[in-house]
């Protein structure tokens, strides 16, 4: 317990050591975040040309891969957060899968009725809340999403078809699950964490980290050394 | 007139059958369903077995978390029926479609309390502890079960489950449609609220059913056609359309009269204005006073015991 306590201890300061005031961000990352908080206005009235007619009038119309502005998509919406919120977005490589599939037709499938409207409209216009009761056969975007996803990831025999393929699991909000006194000590800052992670402290002590001990594969004379390190062959060069 | 079995037999025949036709009319039954219920519609070709609706179920009813609830993958070994701590479970059945590369296509189906129109839990109930309100849920009142299990006995779907570990204050346990949130202006059940793929649709019974139909009609490959909970035991608030016949989803085929009907009528029937106790009794009077009538004839027989 102890060596996990001084172990943690020290990797808590070396954490805060790593984070600079303000933190880079990247731009398209932020671009993305933008857009995916964009509502549009519900599209109520749809076109349906038939699959095959739509994707014929998609090429005739010239539409491709090159009208693809955006390399990915975050799909955060807020309607997808709206009731449960327990996954991070995914990232949908829009021009990766229009690459690949070279028909736009696959997830744009049905237009707006209104002629002026754009051909290939994003999925949220069409597709909001769930069990919207004027249109009870609009299925919801959370859903939409879902659907188109995994059913033609199945279809084709590629793609993620399970949660984790696709989405990371949220970081739980850590200021309601940390219960700490007011100015506390390292140690009860270290049993906090070690009241939920023990099983990453336990991981922890079993690596070089801990044991100043293990395998080299990247120094130079020491590649097939399996006990290399500072507990055992190596000087201490700091 | 010396009475034997026999006779016994033919005058008590004679006697309620002649009651009966006295009798006034039982009054015809007549369901007792709420005008405009809720009703959820679950498409088993979209579920596909995350068991999200199992985890959200037990936040949202207080209940131990599922068994595995990451799992997707050995859990469906066994077939899992719901229990007094898990109101809805999901199983997985192999019903020999296949897909392009010869792979069997899995069917997912989740299982829970139908939420009948015409409850036959609420009927066999004789405390009153379950019953239908005006939402479609059939709601379990803990104050005044007596823990008679007639429910469960009663329950064509063979549902409600009873907390046996808890010999103090053992409860019936059952879905509950979340109630308590549907009551709420554009509530849902905690199930449908996870659901990723929108297998599961809540609504007015009437709308889930008329989007049901529009589903079948437009795909009529795609679906059986038949909308499970329609028609069972008198319509369910529950309903279920599938790609697999839904005897093969452990759907039981049931009639379509309601539960309640028979036992019911034939309750109604037999004791309005106690009638047949009545009628019994009178008769059993007849014969009492007729054999006593006989011993005082031949006293002798008297004390010859």
């Known amino acids: ?238 | 007139m010396k009475l034997t079995r026999r006779t016994f037999f033919k005058f008590m025949g004679v006697a309620g059958v002649s009651a009966t036709g006295l009798a006034p009319a039982a009054h015809a039954w007549e369901s007792k369903a709420p005008p405009d219920p809720y009703g959820c519609l679950v498409d088993l070709t979209r579920c596909v077995g995350c068991r999200k609706c199992e985890e959200a179920c037990s936040t949202v009813n207080k209940l131990p978390a599922p068994e595995r609830p990451n799992c997707q993958c050995t859990i469906f070994e066994k077939k899992r029926r719901p229990d007094d701590k898990a109101f809805t479970v999901v199983n997985r059945y192999f019903t020999g479609r296949l897909d392009e590369f010869d792979k069997p296509l899995p069917t997912f189906a989740k299982v829970q309390c139908m939420h009948c129109q015409d409850p036959a839990c609420v009927s066999a109930c004789i405390v009153g502890a379950l019953s239908k309100d005006e939402t479609g849920a059939v709601h379990y009142d803990v104050n005044k079960c007596i823990g008679c299990r007639y429910c469960m006995v009663a329950c064509p779907f063979e549902i409600p489950a009873y907390e046996y570990r808890d010999p103090i204050t053992p409860r019936v346990r059952k879905c509950t449609f979340c109630y308590d949130r549907i009551k709420k202006d554009g509530g849902l059940p905690g199930c449908v609220t996870i659901c990723p793929t929108e297998a599961l649709t809540f609504g007015r019974r009437e709308t889930v059913l008329t989007l049901a139909h529009k589903r079948l009609k437009e795909n009529p490959g795609k679906y059986i056609q038949q909308v499970y909970g329609e028609k069972e035991v008198g319509g369910t608030s529950w309903l279920y359309i599938s790609s697999v016949p839904f005897d093969q989803v452990n759907l039981p085929v049931l009639p379509e009269t309601p539960s309640p009907k028979l036992s019911e009528t034939l309750q109604h029937s037999l004791f309005s204005y106690l009638w047949s106790p009545i009628a019994l009794f009178g008769v059993l009077g007849v014969f009492m006073a007729k054999s006593n009538k006989a011993k005082d004839n031949h006293p002798q027989h008297k004390g010859g015991a």
């Open chain 1, 1 to 238: 317990m102890i060596r996990k306590i001084i172990f943690f201890a020290g990797f808590l300061i070396f954490m805060a050591s790593l984070c600079p005031a303000d933190v880079w961000k990247a731009p398209d990352q932020e671009k993305a975040k933008e857009r995916a908080k964009e509502e549009v206005p519900f599209v109520k009235e749809y076109k349906d040309e038939f699959l095959i007619n739509r994707k014929v009038n998609l090429m005739e119309k010239g539409i491709s891969i090159k009208d693809v502005k955006d390399i990915y998509f975050l799909l955060d919406n807020p309607i997808v957060k709206k009731r449960e919120d327990h996954y991070e977005p995914v990232r949908f490589a829009h021009k990766r899968h229009a690459a690949l599939t070279k028909d736009c037709s696959v997830c744009h499938h049905f237009r707006p009725k209104d002629e002026n409207a754009l051909e290939t409209t994003r999925c949220s216009a069409c597709h909001q809340d769930s069990f919207n009761p004027d249109h009870p056969e609009r299925i919801g975007l959370k859903a939409a999403y879902h659907k188109q996803c995994m059913e033609c990831h199945q279809e084709q025999g590629k793609g993620p078809t399970d949660c984790k393929g696709c989405h990371l699991e949220n970081v739980p909000n850590h200021k309601e699950l940390v219960k700490l006194p007011d100015k506390a000590d390292p140690f009860q800052v270290t049993a906090e964490c070690l009241r939920c992670h023990d099983v990453q402290a336990t991981d922890m002590l079993t690596t070089a980290h801990w044991l100043w001990k293990g395998p080299s594969p990247y120094t130079t004379g020491h590649r097939k050394d399996i006990m290399h390190g500072k507990g055992t062959t190596a000087l201490n060069n700091f």
